[in-house]
């Protein structure tokens, strides 16, 4: 059976750590998905994989960053802020702007489409997804920049990024599907700038 | 979309026939909500209106017009133009946002993520949605009032109305999921105004 198994595993390398990883995240999606993420526990999502409760700090170096990881984004979002935040806070809406399109570009689009085929299909989805805009981008990152309305402000935000998402990557509709970075963001990077730091009116 | 009249009601059909028809359309929402476009059948969508299979293509032509019928988009495009289209071209944003939302607040929002649902799912559903766009909005709006880069300015009001609607209605997140239609329109529709016909850059 072993000349069957991947290379990696052949050799030895980290099997049991990755399987734990795996089941790890596995057992968070459901867990999360079931509870949200204030109602989730550490413990349970570890009994659900079967492991020690210790491996999610070990692999994960916490809660909410394993329900970051759980939702299978194609960036680490502390990543991103770490690259988007330093700067002229007048130019971050060109930052956010620029930073989504590599990332999702990078992708084709694909698991944006998943993603948000399954906030609108699932409530259980919608709800993890308004608990990762409330404690990632809102807790961590708005309140920074937007300290009046805060909430208004990332919920505004979170309208114009998630529908050029949905024109370039989703519904493909042209001259956005495949327009350059620096037409999207020129066109479009005023509005989140607006939503970000402007008059609200 | 729903207000092609077939041949069959100009003859003088029966308020029988808007009964089939109005079973069919709601058998339809139920249908593509749970099974998208692809997955389900004309005869399961005639089955659940309790109606012979024949009476799709009686009423709507095919399963494809039966679908777009069934999106609900509330409105009918030619009369929602004659509404938005006179008065201040720059306050149109306005008018158009405070048109989406009475539109769509009506619905409670459930046909939209079906919407949604669809065109991420679906490329069918997808190219469906295009052609709406390129043929309605774009053929007999964005033309109209912005002369100068239409396609572009077409999609980027498509990236700020369908996100508002994702916001809104699919993910609902707070404060816009419930914030009072003045809220919404003061906010949103400067955004929508430049790409109508302000400066691009």
Known sequence: MSETRPAARRRGRRPAGEDTRSALLAAARVEFAERGFDGATVRRIA???????????HWFGGKERLFTASLDLPMDPDAILAEVLPGD????GERIIAMFLRVWDATGGGPLAALIRSVAGHEQAARMMREFVARVILGRFIREVAPDRPDLRAALCATQIIGLG?????LRLEPLASADHQTVVTTIAPSLQRYLTGELG
């Open 89 to 92: 806070p007048e130019q971050l």
């Open 47 to 57: 009994d659900r994989a079967g492991v020690d409760a210790a491996m999610v700090n």
């Open 166 to 170: 949905m024109i370039r990557y989703v």
